[in-house]
């Protein structure tokens, strides 16, 4: 069955840090991944996408995503973090044998001024 | 504002009613998709239209159904509702049906069953 796993429920970073939020998936065949955000009271917002080539990719508000196929991993990351991307994160994964969508349970990313 | 509407924005009604949730995609998007979020179940995905037609199905319930009308707008059907059914419901859309399209959400639908 294809997942997405979500390790962490929260992260803590200091603002003007580095920030990691993990995300590893299982499917069979190619990966097309996703990171969303939802900020509360709010809809998800599409950050960006993993679909091939490159597996550096960015996206929305200075957030970048790394695909690596050998540890089934799609990790979102910033270089510096702010205060206003605390937020609920979720990764998500396309089914390869439909088109279901499949999110994990997400990650609290909280950042401390 | 993704561009995706949804009416109403909260409901309350009791266990056994049927309830109707609107959806209206991004204009020029003909794939409409139902999410249920809870805090126990997190985010399902339910279904998923592409102009008209069902593209993909999750873990939707048999009392719940869905349909996408020829203006693209989508209703979700809830009936025989239950405690457990409440939740906020959320509709997406996206351009195209296939895998590589990201998906823009609206704001939500609360549901209460009391």
């Known amino acids: 069955a294809q997942s997405v796993a979500q390790p962490e429920d929260q992260v803590n970073v200091a603002e003007g840090n580095p920030l990691t939020v993990k995300c590893t998936y299982s499917v069979s065949g190619n990966p097309y991944l996703f990171w969303y955000v939802q900020y509360p009271n709010r809809g998800l917002q599409f950050l960006l996408k993993?679909?091939?080539?490159?597996?550096l990719v960015k996206g929305s508000y200075g957030f970048e995503a790394e695909f690596n196929k050998s540890q089934t991993s799609f990790h979102l990351k910033k270089p510096s973090a702010l205060v206003s991307d605390s937020a609920l994160y979720f990764c998500?994964?396309?089914?390869?044998?439909?088109?279901?969508?499949?999110f994990g349970a997400g990650t609290r990313l909280f950042v401390k001024a | 504002d993704s561009g995706v509407t949804q009416t109403p924005k909260h409901l309350i009604t009791a266990t056994g009613q049927r309830v109707t949730l609107r959806c209206s995609p991004r204009s020029g998007d003909l794939s409409v998709y139902w999410y249920q979020q809870s805090l126990d179940q997190g985010l399902q995905f339910l279904i998923q239209y592409y102009n008209g037609e069902e593209r993909a199905k999750g873990n939707i319930l048999e009392r719940f159904s869905a349909q996408q009308f020829p203006d693209l707008h989508s209703e979700l059907n809830l009936s025989s509702l239950e405690l457990g059914d409440s939740a906020l419901y959320f509709c997406?859309?996206?351009?195209?049906?296939?895998?590589?399209?990201?998906?823009?959400f609206g704001p939500g639908t609360r549901l209460t069953v009391t």
């Open positions: 993993y679909i091939t080539g490159d597996n």
């Open positions: 998500a994964v396309r089914d390869t044998g439909g088109f279901k969508t499949i």
């Open positions: 997406a859309s996206s351009v195209g049906g296939g895998r590589s399209n990201e998906q823009y």
